[in-house]
């Protein structure tokens, strides 16, 4: 007789575990053990979910990512201004949403890809197409800030997109280090008052003065 499909409640709800853990321990650092019992499941009801913490984890990259996105799409679309004010806006919230009692300690895009060189080929993939997804996002963004005349067009809004993410990346991973905030502080700073905005007319030389 069929099992027919589990509750697809259950499945989210054990999701979000997931997604807590890993970004608490890292992937290598949590065991399938710790997910069984933080999930309350037995092996048997996981594996009736899941084929395994890989397939799990990868998962879990996807059902971060759709959340993340549905609720920056929904505080964005409640602000006013030019969209590179509203972008300022929502990267200062995220970044006082993060966390330095490990609650929420970083982006659990970037937390995985440092573990990146030790996992499967399809975990891998799993990363890389989320990143990908941010990315594209990013340069939508970027794209219509160059529009509206409020980011540089010296660079195309693929490679202003790349410019962000990398830099918020290394920002991140000071963060941990040094268990603060002020990196991304830092981060927000120059990216925005320095690296994107509307490069400046030349000043007149002295002869042209």
Partial sequence: MSRG???THCREALLEIGNSLFQLHGYHGTSLSMILEACAVSRGSFYNYFNGKEAFAI???????????????AEYGQL????????QTMMRRLTEEFSMTNERLGCLLA????????ASDSFRAAIRNAISRVLSVITDDMRLCQDEGSVRTD????????????????????????????PL????????????????PLSPTKSEA
Wanted: glycine share 4%; charged share 25%.
């Fill in 185 to 200: 502080y830092q981060a927000l700073d120059m990216l925005w008052q320095h690296l994107l905005p509307p490069q400046s």
């Fill in 111 to 118: 937390n995985l890809s440092g573990e990146m060189a030790l």
């Fill in 59 to 73: 998962e879990v990259i996807e059902h971060y990512q759709v959340l993340e996105l549905d609720l920056w799409k």
């Fill in 155 to 182: 660079l195309a809004p693929e490679q202003l997109s790349r410019l962000i993410w990398d830099y918020w990346q290394g920002a991140l991973l000071r963060m941990k280090t040094e268990n603060s905030r002020e």
């Fill in 5 to 7: 499909r589990p509750p």
């Fill in 80 to 87: 006013e201004g030019r969209h590179a004010d509203k972008l």
